[in-house]
Nanobody, 121 residues
Framework: VQLVESGGGLVQFGGSQRLSCAAS????????ISWVRQAPGKALEWVST????????SYAESVKGLFIISRDDANNTLFLQLNSLKTEDTAMYYC???????????????RGQGTQVTVSL
């Protein structure tokens, strides 16, 4: 199982970015797959999850209406469209499998190496 994120970078406040996650060794569409993020000095934060049916997408309140999760089944790739970015969105973003949330504690059994998104004023 391998997850490889890409698409991060430096973006201006209010801008947009599209993150990608290429999966290998398993079929994305058969699992709930998530995006999580971690800002410097902070705990892992759940961002969004998409299930086998694309209609099962869910989002953290902080990104609802701003970020969009999607999946390309033909290419086994997950995406996260980030819109109206704020400085507090600066973090390392990971796609992850087997994410569990217990209150505010988030764990991810499998995740990629991450892609850094930095939002500047």
């Amino acid at each position: 199982v391998q997850l490889v994120e890409s698409g991060g970078g430096l973006v201006q406040f209010g801008g947009s970015q599209r993150l990608s996650c290429a999966a290998s060794g398993f079929t994305l569409s058969r699992y709930y797959i998530s995006w999580v993020r971690q800002a410097p000095g902070k705990a892992l934060e759940w961002v969004s999850t998409i299930g086998a049916s694309r209609n099962t997408a869910s989002y953290a309140e902080s990104v609802k209406g701003l970020f969009i999760i999607s999946r390309d089944d033909a290419n086994n790739t997950l995406f996260l469209q980030l819109n109206s970015l704020k400085t507090e969105d600066t973090a390392m973003y990971y796609c992850a499998k087997d994410v569990k949330k217990l209150g505010t504690v988030v764990t991810a059994r499998q995740r990629g190496q991450g892609t850094q998104v930095t939002v500047s004023l």
